[in-house]
Structure formats: C-alpha cells, structure tokens
C-alpha cells in the first residue's frame, strides 16, 4: 500500500452549542482543514464522515455526510458514512487512509461531527443506549450495578444508558485496584493531569484546573469514579486532509505520515489478547515500530481509570503496573511519555463522533511542532486510541492509528 | 490493487417478517453465504455491514454489524458500519472490496440487512425521513407536488416522507414524457417485466404476475406512478463473501470478479455528467470495458420509471430511447440485455439497507449460471446500479460495480 499523509488539519472547540447544528460545526473544523492545507474543496476526491448519534438525537440518518458537506458547497465525490460508535471517526479516518493507500483516490477528508447536546436530556441519553445491544441493554445494566445498588435499588431505563458505561468502567476499575494495589488517587492524578492539559488547550471544553483534592471531592458517579474522573457530554468537529506521497510534496514541508493503522473489536478482557493490546499490536507491525518508538499519546480516557488501564494495553508498562507510571509523572507533559497532552476525553471533552479525528488532530498537532503550550519537545511519533460500544460485554471497536514525522 | 473474487452469496427471501429482527435476517444470509463457500465463520477477517433505518426504527445505531455478527459467534474482527441510505450495503461491499483489493485483508464479509416492517408504520415511514436533509424535508415536499395537490392542499409531516421520494420520481418521469414522448404504457411494461422476472425467484417479495392492464390499473400513486410501479417496503438480508485472487483458488473453481467499483454523488440532472453516467462511466473504466459488454444487470427501479432513464443514464441506449428499450423486449429475459432479472426492487422487494448486496448476489448467480428459471444464457459479465438518499435535489450515492467471470 501508498504511504499517506496528512496535510491539513481542524476542529472546533469542543463544547456545548445550543445555536450550532452538524452543519456549522462541521463546516468550521473542514474550512479550517482546508485552509491549513490550502487545498481547494473541488480538490476532494472522497469524504468519509463519522457520526455516532444523529439519527437518535435528530433523525438524520443514512447521509449525514452528504448533509453537511453539501451545505458547504462540497458535491459530487463519493461520500460514506461510518459508524463505531465512539469510534466512529477513527474508523472514518482508516476509512479515507484505506481510500488514499490503496491508489484509489489521492485526496480524502476524514470528518468526525456530533452534536450530543440538546433541551431534552432523555434524548442526549438514548444517544449512549444505540452504541451497545439494545435488546441487551437492561440485562447488563443489572449485572454491573455496585453492590450498593443491588441493595438499594435503583434507576433504570433510558437515562441510565450513559451510566452503564460509566458502571462498566467502575466495575473495570474496582478489579484493578483488588489486583493490582491501584488505588483512587492514582485515578485521581489522571483526572488532574488531563485536566491540566486541557487548561493549556484553546479547543478544550473544560479549562479549568483542579487538586487532587477537588477531583476526589466531586460528585461521586460509580465507585471509585467520580464526575470530575468522567468525560462530559458536549458538541464539536473534527477534520483531516490525507493524501498520497506525491500530492504530499504540493501541499506541505512537513507532512504527517500514517504508518499503521488497525481496527479490531472483541473481547474486553484484561488478559493477553485483549482488543486494545490486539489493535496497539497490529499497527505497531504495520508501523514496523514498538511502544518506545512513541513520544506522545492521545488514548480514550472515558474515564480517569480507563486512561491508566489503557497504559498496560497499550503496553507501555507491564501489566499492573499503569498506577506506577502515573505516580512517577511519566505520562505528564515533560515526562517521558506525556498522554493526552489535548486534555483528553476528560477536559478537551467527548462529542462522541468527532472523538477520533480529534485525536488525530492533536498528534498531528505536535508531531509539526504547533502544540502551543503544551508542545512534546522533539515529538517524532505519536498514537491515537480510540474505543467505542459495547456489545455482549465485549468492546465494539477499537481503532490505533500510528502517525510520525 | 489486487483482483478480488466473490466466492459466497446468500440473501433471505425479501417479505414482511414480523417475528425476525435484524440477528435472525443476517443470520441467514450470512450462513448461507459462508456454507456456500465453505468457509469458516473464523476465516473471516473484516466485515462491512450496511444497514440504513435500524436507527430510527429500533433505536439501534452505531453498532449495528456487531451487535448482528456477534450473536451468530463472529467476533475479534475489524468491523465497519456503512451508511448510504438505499445504497447502505453497495456502499458496504465497496468498503469490503477495497479492503482486500487493498492488500490489508484477504477474506472480507459484505452485509446488507434491513427491518422496515414493524406495528407502528409511522416508524416506517420516518425511516424515509432519514434518508434526506431533514432540515430540507418540508421545504422540498411542497416543491415537487404533482399540480393538482397544490390546487387541493395536502397532506403533510414524516407519513409523507416516502411518498416525497415517489413525488420526485413522478416529477422526473413526467419530464420525461414530455421531452422524449415516452408513454405511462411503457413504464408499466417495466413494471410487467419485473413482475414476471420476480415470479421466478424464490426469494422475491412478490411473486404474483400481473397484465400491463392490471399495472395500470393499480391505484394511483402520484401521476404517472401506480401502485404495481412502486417498490414495496420489507425486510431482509443479503451476504458476500470477497476474497484475494490467490484464496479464491481455494474457495471455487467459479469466481466472480470484481472488475469496477464506483460510488459517487452529486447532481441528478438528466443531463450529461449526472450521477448515474458518472458512476457507471468510472466503473466501465475501472473494468476497462463498456456497455456493450455487459450481459444482465440489476439496477435500481425503485419505481418503474426510474428504471427506463436508468436504461439511458448508464449508458444501455441513448438518452431519450429508454421507452424503445423496453418496447422492444430488449431488457426482457430472453431479449438482449435483460435487466433486473431477479424482478428488482418492484417485485424481489427493496428493504433499503438489504437491496445493494442483493443485486450482487443476483448478478453472483446469473454469472455462475445458477439462476434458475431466469438464467440469462451465456452471461459473462454483469453489472449492478444502487442509489440512495436525497440532499439538497441531488442524489447522495449511487455505487455501480461491474462483475465478471
């Protein structure tokens, strides 16, 4: 296959926009993209759009791409829509990489778009019931609840759907620290680091910064989780530009290549083989490439304990050993590995579709050296890891994309 | 890229399946379709599915292929959700395609599956919604209503939805008529043709034949449409299995070949340039072949009208001639180019996410020389056309492959 690269790059702050559709928020971060890039829109050649929940939020359906794009005067290429849920725009990236690397097209936009927020809450909340089985729904919900809550009793239906992911990460995160001796402050360091990252982040939803005291503190979600170690619901675009070696050379001096790109599903277990130790080892491969070739991180912390999960799954530290790497500082901006230097899921916010090319955004971000602030000194490679649904207790998708200079 | 065979084909019996849901459709399909082949589920190695409406209809969105595929035990694989509303599954078996004609995989599974038939027709009917800008729905419903409901005021709101795309294929035969004297007989005669095609396919909707009369006679839709000219809404799926050149070998000694692939979008002017010659010019250049070499087709009547312009669109006659093309029998069975010999979307069934992949199953028999009671003799090289959705007047997707053996 082609090398690709990605020339341009954009995205809207994440956020809540009561005023802004799919449509303004998508143009915003695609004109950004393409100005970087200064690629014209008739340049295009294929778009492939990820979007988790507008069927469910709006009713659009079925050509969400062909909605919005043509609204920005951009016609006539092929269009796919690609759905993963939370990793909706990750696929959507492998997608256009695949459109590019194959020799099919030369010039792809990769989009990610959502918009979560809306007056009616119910409606945001049944947006997180079509990312897992729905006729499974209510069976899990009941096995994952805390024993507190099997005592007590305790919500149920739709507007519970969003906390079943966050009861599944809390469950994730009660085994680890039985195992493992992690416990609630490392948790806690993450949800401060991220957050600290995000207050340098002008595209973040949350800039504030917090104690660790204050992330203990917050609202208590599903033990150990608290509100501050969960991302918040919000709205936002994200866009790509990739195109092959040779058109490289016209737009850009500093292209941004893809070396490996894997998306798996499957078992969630935390043993060897699970989905993102899977996925990390195919595009590692694909890369031709290992863990210490990386100099900076973009991973799916949907939750604090999540992010030091992912350490181990991602293997850069040996199994159980993720709340060391967070103690030692390793993974804050000016240690060896910084992660989630965007502020992550956690600060920079989850507008669930738009999650993945954001991602991507920030790595290709500071592989050029334009991360402002929060700039990786001498970032040569980087990584991405995007997760999304959850089907009979096992991930729906999990999508690593290797990038570098 | 690599050449990439079909090995495997299954589809359900498209109808009305009150007591099945999207697992049990692919399910068949997809058995089918793998003992076909005789490959095992675990040699599968991606899977794309499409599916356009699950959203509006169940609720399910996002992970629509696995939440089908893990509860017939397919699982630990890359997996994709495609959307492009009718041209939901062609999209899918595109995205397969390029996967292995890519270099990345070797064994790939397209699915197209669809549940439009439930209590609650409303539902149904906003499945269509979906299908369009429904920012736009309003306004583009009073643009196109036949004169006399303008005259006597109509109804409005989601149950119209589907009726808007039936306004507009109206709209677009009337123009037809008028420009090229094309006659309603004519349309109806399509009609008759894939009604009769679809009395011998155990799989089709509907295998009643019917007397140009009785077409006629039908109750009106929207002038020139009847009823018998309209595809019905159901339910179904549909499977493929795609594999490198060098696993073929191992799978048949008759492979069905991939020779072009085109998805494009944009205008839907009947004039040069318009999105169906477009697709169809690309995947004729991609096989290196032309019109002249095409043996059967299946392609996308979703009313009968749609079909004769199709004739022209793709490139089967000039423009204008379509009425001649059928009032000589030419697109009959037993004529020179038969088309939709499965009896297409009128009389096999358009359950929307489904259709894509079952008109490559069709066009999968018919060159194998598996089609029954409609094999078209001799058949070397065939070709699908699937569109779908509607943004801003214009069509958002058509995806045309050309196969051979």
Redesign the interface.
């Known amino acids: 296959?082609r090398n690709v690269a990605i020339v341009g790059g954009g995205m809207t702050r994440f956020g809540k926009y009561a005023d802004q559709?799919l449509k303004q928020l998508s143009k915003e971060a695609v004109d950004t993209a393409l100005q970087f890039a200064g690629i014209e829109k008739r340049a295009l050649e294929v778009a492939v759009v990820g979007n988790?929940?507008a069927?469910?939020i709006?009713?659009?359906?079925?050509?969400?791409a062909?909605?919005v794009l043509?609204?920005m005067g951009i016609?006539?290429?092929?269009?796919?829509?690609?759905?993963?849920?939370c990793a909706?725009s990750s696929?959507a990236f492998q997608?256009a990489w695949?459109?590019v690397?194959?020799?099919?097209y030369d010039v792809a936009l990769a989009l990610g778009v959502e918009k979560l927020y809306t007056e009616d809450k119910a409606r945001s909340m049944?947006?997180f019931?079509?990312?897992?089985?729905?006729?499974q729904l209510r069976e899990v919900m009941e096995r994952l609840k805390p024993p507190s809550e099997h005592a007590a009793g305790s919500k149920s239906g739709a507007g519970r759907s969003r906390s079943l992911f966050m009861d599944i990460y809390a469950a994730a995160a009660r085994a680890h620290m039985q195992k493992y001796g992690t416990t609630k402050e490392q948790f806690a360091r993450i949800a401060v680091k991220n957050h600290d990252n995000g207050s340098l982040n002008p595209h973040a939803q949350y800039r504030e910064r917090y104690s660790l005291e204050e992330i203990l503190a917050s609202p208590a979600i599903s033990e150990p989780l608290t509100r501050l170690m969960c991302a918040p619901i919000g709205d936002g675009a994200a866009a790509a530009i990739l195109v092959s070696e040779e058109k490289a050379r016209h737009y850009t001096t500093k292209p941004v290549w893809v070396r490996g790109s894997?998306?798996?599903?499957?078992?969630d277990d935390r043993s060897v083989g699970n989905?993102n130790a899977?996925a990390a080892q195919r595009a590692f491969e694909m890369a031709a490439m290992t863990p210490r070739d990386v100099n900076v991180v973009e991973m799916h912390d949907a939750t604090a304990p999540a992010e030091l999960m992912l350490y181990e799954d991602l293997g850069f530290c040996p199994e159980g050993e993720g709340g060391r790497l967070i103690q030692e500082g390793v993974t804050e901006l000016g240690g060896r590995l910084p992660v989630n230097t965007s502020g992550g899921l956690l600060a920079k916010g989850h507008p669930v579709g738009a999650t993945g090319v954001a991602q991507i955004y920030e790595i290709w971000l500071q592989l050029r050296g334009e991360a402002g602030d929060r700039q990786v000194a001498g970032a040569k490679v980087g990584m991405t890891q995007n997760g999304?649904?959850?089907?009979?207790g096992?991930a729906?998708?999990t999508v690593v994309h290797v990038l570098s200079i």
């Open positions: 296959m559709g988790a929940a069927g469910v709006t009713g659009q359906e079925c050509v969400r062909q909605v043509r609204e016609d006539k290429i092929p269009m796919v829509n690609a759905e993963n849920a909706s696929t997608l695949l459109y690397a194959s020799g099919m049944a947006a019931s079509a990312a897992v089985d729905v006729e894997a998306l798996v599903s499957g078992s989905v899977r999304g649904g959850m089907v009979r096992e729906a998708a």
